[in-house]
């Protein structure tokens, strides 16, 4: 199993793991042995069958005044076999094959260097699995409404929102998430928390603008559309861009990814492979629940939906 590194728009690096055939076809007995007995909970919306970015920004649309989101530090890095073992035992026989070539160091096949590393096509549903009792936790509170914890809560990896309408609420959050991750081994970045309140304009969610009866394609990505559709017209390369030169991707193929993302489309469904927008999407032209002709989402979570 090869490790590489892929350079982010931050200047820093992100590790990825990349098995080999044999490997990816055992991690992918792996996936669908983990799927049979995990059910992820409705809260959760990142690399999971018929939700995506778009379902999660959907779930905190409406009359809602204050929106918080908060960030796992360092997420697959923190994911070992320990916060998941209980469920991974739970396939039973054969299919236990994350376990196969247990050496004394720890080295699991879907765990290489003792993680669930990026890469694997079995890592994100085992990392949702270890968020599995942290987002029981976090929903409990939800339940306390005699004390006041109403809000919507839903995670899309490692991005975990809320939305309330009391201030109160928030600082409750604040004060209690870190605990309860703690328990579970993992950690809030504090530099992205993130406060939002709607008498501000629309509130942000995965990368998507929130309204309260619709979501919209954020200015920022209109603008970066414009510029990549003026600089391939005349012939620039896209500064933004320059860092994937000299490997497989290319201007067009990113530009094309961006258009379709922009149309905020929620993913094919197992039965139909239809899309649906159940709220109106601002700027938008796609017709509800049209045939998809091509790949859609070029993200993580569509790539693993299309596998």
């Known amino acids: 199993m090869n490790r590489i590194e892929i350079p982010k728009g931050n200047g820093k690096t992100r590790v990825i793991w990349v098995p080999t055939a044999t490997e990816k076809h055992i991690a992918r007995e792996v996936l669908t042995s983990l799927e049979s007995v995990y059910r992820p909970r409705e809260c959760v919306h990142g690399f999971t069958f018929g939700r995506s970015p778009v379902t999660n920004a959907l779930a905190h649309a409406g009359e809602w005044r204050f929106t918080l989101s908060m960030d796992i530090s360092a997420f697959f890095d923190n994911v070992d076999v320990r916060k998941v073992t209980g469920v991974m035992w739970a396939v039973d026989g054969a299919n236990n094959r994350a376990f196969v070539e247990h050496t004394p160091d720890c080295d699991l096949l879907a765990f290489p260097d ?25 929903l409990a509170m939800r339940e306390q409404s005699r004390l006041g914890w109403n809000f919507v809560y839903t995670r899309y990896a490692d991005d975990l929102t809320f939305s309330f309408n009391h201030p109160n609420v928030g600082r409750r959050l604040i004060a209690a998430i870190p605990g309860v991750l703690a328990d579970y081994g993992f950690e809030l970045n504090p530099s992205k928390t993130h406060w939002q309140e709607a008498t501000c304009g629309y509130r942000k969610v995965t990368g998507v603008s929130v309204g309260k009866s619709n979501i919209h394609i954020p200015r920022s990505v209109k603008r970066k559309i414009r510029a990549a559709e003026h600089q391939a017209k005349v012939g620039m390369k896209p500064k933004t861009w320059a860092r994937f030169e000299g490997n497989k991707y290319r201007q067009q193929d990113q530009l094309e990814g961006l258009m379709e993302w922009a149309t905020l489309k929620r ?13 109106p999407v601002h700027g938008s032209r796609e017709v509800p629940g049209r045939p998809l002709t091509r790949n859609t989402f070029a993200t993580v979570q569509e790539r693993v939906i299309t596998a």
């Not at 993680?115 to 976090?138: E, F, H, K, T, Y």
């Not at 993913?267 to 709220?279: C, D, H, I, M, Q």
Request: net charge positive; hydrophobic share 35%.
């Open 114 to 138: 003792c993680r669930a590393v990026q890469g694997l096509p079995c890592s994100p549903i085992i990392a949702n699995m270890a968020m599995d009792d942290a987002d029981g936790r976090i």
């Open 267 to 279: 993913p094919r469904r197992r039965s139909t492979g239809t899309v649906e927008s159940p709220l």
